[in-house]
């Protein structure tokens, strides 16, 4: 690999922290010129309180039946989860979910993954939480897709120097969701240094990666 990652460990993230902050005591005495510092989504949506609360959701009957036909993983993610199908009933819109559910079904009989998520948008695919096997704060909090994500890159680069990346990465896939103007041509090469998930998966607490050009 031309590249190298580096995983960067920080403190469990809260919607009281600052992402200024964040970068300026865990990056900046580490990251070196043309570096890539990709952020978790996560820890993005929760310092934008992106988030929502199992006490405050009223789960329904809709999304109690529509979970049992989504597509369980062993990792707590999907609309599998009627806390989460909730959730996306409640940003979607009931009709707009049934009609992703009836084009997903469809889908699956020509062998299309995904279109559940395609139909729906509203960022419904970036569901996370809801599921406490690594961090028992997440089992109790929902959290959605961060919001002007190449804007926050953007303003990052302005003020730090560095190019900045906002990724949704698991063992199931990656997605890049935001990046730095710069980086608007380099999509390939950051999901190729992505794709082990060098984060990991269960409570290794690394929710920033720096990608360096080997010398």
């Known amino acids: 690999m031309q590249y190298s990652r580096h995983p960067i460990k920080t403190h469990f993230i809260t919607v009281s922290d600052n992402l200024n902050s ?10 070196e ?5 990709i952020l978790c989504e996560k ?40 806390l ?10 009931l009709p707009r979910i049934l009609l992703a559910c009836f084009c997903s079904s469809i889908a699956k009989i020509f062998g299309v993954s995904g ?5 729906a948008g509203h960022q419904i695919s970036q569901i996370d939480g809801f599921y406490g096997k690594a961090f028992p704060q997440y089992a109790e909090m929902g959290i959605l897709g ?3 994500s190449d804007r926050v890159c953007e ?38 240094a992505l794709k082990d998930n060098p984060a990991g998966q269960s409570n290794q607490q690394t929710p920033i990666i720096i990608i360096r050009k080997n010398k």
Do not use: C, H
């Open 155 to 192: 303003g990052l680069r302005n003020k730090f120097g560095f190019s900045f990346v906002i990724a949704d990465v698991n063992d199931l896939g990656r997605n890049i969701i935001g990046r730095s103007n710069d980086l608007k041509e380099k999509d390939r090469l950051i999901l190729e």
């Open 43 to 82: 820890i993005v949506s929760i310092i934008q309180n992106r988030v929502v609360y199992k006490r405050d959701i009223k789960l329904g009957f809709w999304a109690k039946f529509l979970s049992k036909f989504a597509k369980k993983t062993p990792y707590g993610f999907s609309v599998g989860n009627p």
């Open 84 to 93: 989460k199908m909730q959730v996306a009933i409640n940003l979607a819109g």
């Open 33 to 37: 010129k043309n570096d890539i510092i």
């Open 146 to 148: 961060s919001k002007d």
């Open 22 to 31: 964040i970068i300026s005591k865990y990056v900046l005495l580490i990251a």
């Open 115 to 119: 279109t559940f998520y395609r139909v």
